[in-house]
T-cell receptor
Framework: KQEVTQIPAALSVPEGENLVLNCSFT??????LQWFRQDPGKGLTSLLL?????REQTSGRLNASLDKSSGRSTLYIAASQPGDSATYLC????????????FGAGTRLTVKP | EAQVTQNPRYLITVTGKKLTVTCSQN?????MSWYRQDPGLGLRQIYY???????DKGDVPEGYKVSRKEKRNFPLILESPSPNQTSLYFC???????????FGPGTRLTVT
């Protein structure tokens, strides 16, 4: 059964710093991996989707990488801003079982002005 | 505006009183799913639907029912709610099972 882990559970950085959030998964047989942002009391907003054949995806100040063989993905946020404060979740879509998207517990990011 | 809507957003009910949480999407998506989010457990999939009249169990289906009579709607039914179903519920949709998922705003359910 696929397990998804995100470390650290919480992270606090000063504004302007570059940072990396980590996601690891136990089964490398994945179809894709998706990063989400969740603001308090709100739903999830999709940030980036990486297919299993891709190594990375970029959107603005965000860059997500995928190393399927080692079971890892990272989300790089450049020049962090207070508005980036949120919980970041990663989710994997297993290729062997196409119904069950597996989520990590998330990293709660605080960017201090 | 492309979106997934859920109603109600907040609901407090008592044990055993049947309830339905509605979910609707306006993007003509084939795939829809329901998740619950609990502290320390993250999001877990309850049910999903690959298309109209096609539904299947996710990771935690016990105590829930769903139906998919129309492409845009995917209601979640709790026939006899219990306190352990107190949670934050999310509906999501995507154009197909493997594509990017779009989430609704969530429904916070409390069962006393």
């Amino acid at each position: 059964k696929q397990e998804v882990t995100q470390i650290p559970a919480a992270l606090s950085v000063p504004e302007g710093e570059n940072l990396v959030l980590n996601c690891s998964f136990t089964d490398s047989a994945i179809y894709n991996l998706q990063w989400f942002r969740q603001d308090p009391g709100k739903g999830l907003t999709s940030l980036l989707l990486i297919q299993s054949s891709q190594r990375e995806q970029t959107s603005g100040r965000l860059n997500a990488s995928l190393d399927k063989s080692s079971g890892r993905s990272t989300l790089y946020i450049a020049a962090s801003q207070p508005g980036d404060s949120a919980t970041y979740l990663c989710a994997v879509r297993p290729s062997r079982n196409n119904n069950d998207m597996r989520f990590g517990a998330g990293t709660r990011l605080t960017v201090k002005p | 505006e492309a979106q997934v809507t859920q109603n109600p957003r907040y609901l407090i009910t008592v044990t055993g009183k049947k309830l339905t949480v509605t979910c609707s999407q306006n993007m003509n998506h084939e795939y829809m799913s329901w998740y619950r989010q609990d502290p320390g457990l993250g999001l877990r999939q309850i049910y999903y639907s690959m298309n109209v009249e096609v539904t299947d169990k996710g990771d935690v289906p016990e105590g829930y029912k769903v139906s998919r009579k129309e492409k845009r709607n995917f209601p979640l039914i709790l026939e006899s709610p219990s306190p352990n179903q107190t949670s934050l519920y999310f509906c999501a949709s995507s154009s197909n099972w493997s594509d990017e998922q779009y989430f609704g705003p969530g429904t916070r359910l409390t069962v006393t």
